[in-house]
């Protein structure tokens, strides 16, 4: 795909894209890649800042939640997983107030073929079962990133782990 | 409004119209045939032996002058209000019916022999007097007495009876006529002449005074509201000069002073309008006993009640059927009672009248033992390898049948909310108590509890630190020592460095090294060690120039207003996405035995990857563990770049 230039996606129903996305890079690496990145520039995704995880189930929704300020991703039914460990998290939700109405059937999905997954919920859900997104990837994110913002997620290269950010510290995670 | 606050002062300042029958027209004399007193005992009556010159009979000038002085009963009077006295019906059946008696408050009878009254004047005055707020006074003697007899109460002649005193009930009713408005009359009344009376037992009055017998001789008929004494002579000046009340308008002595108190009383009933209702027999059933018994007799006692105790009767279904029990004490014993029983006394003033119960009282009876016992379980050394520690690997020894150990996370458990669902626990840095006890299960019952803290080191220390345990002041002159033994005199082992505790089970002692003695063991310490990463944070940098994001998916309702420069105004992201109810979710992968992605050629695995495996439940990366080969990896140790 080409270069997409200050692309926003305002949504008020779902919009299925192709199976394969890519970032600011010209064509995917292979076929069993959902959605990839750039490489020339330190940058990272930010997940959605939610205020009521309430409504969440499907297993494996990351989300900065904005009500402690940590990453988590849903291990299991009732089950968040804490990435960010660190209690100092901090975000500006001012650009999402109380005037910012959510648009409940707001989605992106990108999957293989046209609309297969309009049960799962998720502003952006990567729909297929047999690919796998890749991370954008920096070198020490904590030295490259300048000013990051709360809730992004990286690939940390130099030591080979995932990196999130919680807005004050980055934390890191290995196998 | 005015003329209700009119009338409400009015009220205040009532005066109290009193009728005093007479014994016969003053205007015909001598005595006509239709007088309601033919022989000798006349005057016995308010307006005394007016115009009488034969009989110098019963005079109850005094009495009348002391109702009349404004020092007593008037404005600014002892009693505040004024009583007008009206002298009339001095004749047999003049009475034409209530309405004629309405105008008055207060209607004086004192004794009439002879005629006395006609059967339907003596059903006008009862029907009066059953009014709210209207008041006879009777003081009949035991040869005449109709209106008293009319009532209920009898008056029979005694002899040599003296002194009437107060019983009680004249301060529980509230009559106060021994301790009124015109103060005490600890010593008495005394009736005057050879016939002393007293009243038969009746069925609504309660006895206020008794006489040197022990037999009623004032009495409140509750059904009425009226107090009824027994003799025409109590406040008459005898007809030989030797009267009991004072001469004058003052009030003196003893007999002034119930005189006083009685219209006092009576002025009270008048002005708050009492309305008359039967008396109920009642009372309280009650026992001191502690309950539950346990093969004890139960001790019942009576309180409170207003009439005598006829029987007492007995209930085991609720109240439902009540059997008797033979016996007229206010307080019976009756020998092993069941759990629940309920006792209560059976009332009746006299044979003739209506009976009561009183409330009843309901014993408990439990024998239960609890076979749990009262001591705690005897803790010793728990097996521990790691953070999870077994607890009960610190019980030992057979239990006895139907009695298992608990542990619970309060020290006195009454259910089993507080009961731990497992017995192995995950000691963290911060110390945990918990309490073993044994649990009857036959009886559901508790022994009391012994404690054991539970606690793991603090990252990044490797050990635990007992020295950092909260315990209780030392003794003067001790020190805290830890022993790896809870019988430490039995060749125990000191515990040289508490602060680097590994795995264990750790025992507290005071110790006096002036005489190397120590205290018993305290609250064993478990500690179970967990393993700590060395991960780190990190800051993020602000040198430099961020990088905006250009790409962003947005739930929110952005159309048009790009005021806040959403997503721009992230730093350093390919994409921002933004909702406030849900997330991202990344592409959700079977995994196989070998522990690769379903569907996704080996060939193709990048590093970065990263899925949710939904076989094993877990964010998964494609990446290298501890600097080994690239493989699929659940996310699940923090760790530190450095």
């Known amino acids: ?175 | 409004m005015i003329v209700g606050i009119f009338s409400c002062i009015t009220i205040h300042a009532q005066t109290i119209k009193v009728l005093n029958i007479l014994d016969y027209p003053l205007d015909i004399y001598p005595i006509s045939i239709d007088a309601r007193v033919n022989g000798p005992d006349r005057g016995y009556h308010l307006a005394g032996k007016l115009g009488d010159p034969y009989y110098d009979t019963a005079d109850m000038q005094d009495a009348r002058a002391k109702l009349l002085n404004p020092a007593n009963f008037g404005p600014t009077g002892t009693v505040p209000h004024t009583i007008t006295i009206t002298d009339d019906y001095g004749t047999y059946g003049s009475i034409p019916g209530v309405a004629a008696l309405n105008p008055y408050d207060i209607i004086f009878i004192g004794v009439k022999t002879g005629a006395g009254f006609s059967p339907a004047e003596v059903g006008y005055l009862l029907a009066w007097s059953k009014q709210p707020g209207k008041v006879l006074m009777l003081q009949e003697q035991s040869w005449g007495s109709p209106v008293s007899t009319a009532m209920g109460y009898q008056i029979i002649d005694g002899s040599n009876t003296n002194p009437t005193t107060a019983l009680p009930e004249d301060i529980s009713y509230g009559t106060k006529l021994f301790s009124g408005a015109f103060g005490d009359a600890s010593m008495g009344i005394d009736q005057w002449g050879a016939s002393q009376g007293y009243f038969t037992p009746g069925c609504t009055g309660i006895a206020l005074a008794k006489n040197a017998n022990g037999l009623a001789t004032v009495i409140l008929n509750t059904e009425y509201r009226d107090i009824l004494v027994a003799d025409g002579d109590f406040f008459t000046k005898s007809w030989v000069g030797n009267g009991l009340i004072s001469a004058g308008p003052s009030i003196t002595n003893d007999t002034d002073r119930v005189w006083g108190n009685l219209w006092a009383w009576a002025i009270n009933e008048v002005v708050n309008q009492v309305e008359p209702s039967p008396l109920v027999p009642t009372g309280i059933a009650y026992t001191d006993q502690t309950l539950p018994l346990c093969n004890t007799d139960a001790i019942i006692k009576l309180d409170g009640n207003n009439a005598s105790v006829i029987r007492w009767e007995t209930s085991t279904d609720g109240g439902t059927t009540w059997l008797p029990i033979t016996s007229t004490d206010i307080t019976i014993t009756y020998p092993n009672p069941v759990n629940n029983q309920q006792f209560r006394a059976v009332l009746q003033n006299s044979p003739s009248c209506p009976i009561g119960y009183s409330m009843p009282v309901t014993i408990t009876v439990n024998c239960t033992v609890c076979n749990a016992g009262t001591v705690a379980p005897v803790l010793t050394n728990a097996t521990v390898t790691s953070n999870m520690v077994d607890l009960n690997s610190m019980i030992t020894g057979t239990l006895p049948t139907g009695i298992t150990v608990q542990w619970h996370t309060i020290p006195n458990p009454l259910d089993n909310t507080t009961q731990l669902s497992g017995t192995t626990v995950n000691a963290t840095s911060t110390p945990v108590n918990y309490y073993a006890v044994f649990y009857d299960t036959v009886n559901n019952c508790y022994s009391p509890s012994a404690k054991v803290v539970v606690v793991s080191n603090v990252c990044p220390m490797a050990n635990a630190d007992l020295t950092a345990l909260l315990h209780s002041s030392l003794p003067a002159n001790t020190t805290l020592v830890w022993y790896k033994d809870a019988l430490r005199e039995n060749g125990g082992t000191l515990v040289t460095d508490p602060a680097m505790a590994g795995n264990g089970t750790y025992w507290p002692y005071f110790y006096d090294a002036d005489n190397t003695c120590y205290s018993p063991a305290g609250t064993p310490v478990i500690v179970g060690l967990t393993s700590c990463n060395n991960y780190c944070y990190k800051q993020g940098i602000t040198t430099g120039t961020a990088l905006g994001t250009k790409v962003g998916i947005t739930a929110l309702n952005r159309a048009g207003t790009q005021a806040d420069n959403w997503p721009m105004v992230r730093k350093g992201s390919w994409i921002a996405l933004e909702s406030k109810t849900k997330g991202f979710v990344p592409n959700r992968v079977a995994f196989d035995g070998s522990g690769n992605p379903v569907g996704i050629p080996v060939a193709n695995f990048v590093e970065g990857m990263i899925v949710y495996d939904t076989t094993n439940k877990c964010l998964k990366m494609y990446t290298s563990k501890d600097g080994g080969p690239l493989g699929w990896y659940c996310i699940s140790t923090q760790t530190c770049p450095d």
Do not use: R
């Open chain 1, 1 to 175: 795909m080409k270069k997409i230039l200050l692309l926003i996606l305002s949504l008020f129903v779902g919009v299925a894209i192709k199976s394969q996305v890519a970032i600011s890079k010209s064509d995917v690496t292979n076929v069993s890649v959902s959605l990839e990145f750039g490489d020339n520039e330190n940058k990272g995704i930010i997940l959605p800042y939610v205020t009521d995880k309430t409504g969440i189930t499907e297993n494996g929704t990351i989300i900065y939640d904005a009500t402690d300020f940590k990453i988590k991703y849903l291990k299991d039914t009732n089950n968040w997983f804490d990435l960010s460990i660190d209690t100092t998290g901090v975000a500006d939700l001012s650009i999402q107030g109380d005037d910012k109405e959510e648009q409940p059937g707001a989605k992106v999905s990108i999957a293989l073929t046209g609309n297969p997954d309009s049960v799962t919920k998720g502003i952006l859900v990567l729909a297929d079962n047999d690919k796998a997104m890749i991370l954008p990837k920096v070198a020490s994110p904590h030295l490259n990133i300048i000013s990051p913002s709360a809730g992004m997620m990286v690939y940390e290269t130099d030591h080979k782990m995932l990196a999130v950010y919680n807005g004050t510290v980055w934390s890191f995670w290995k196998p």
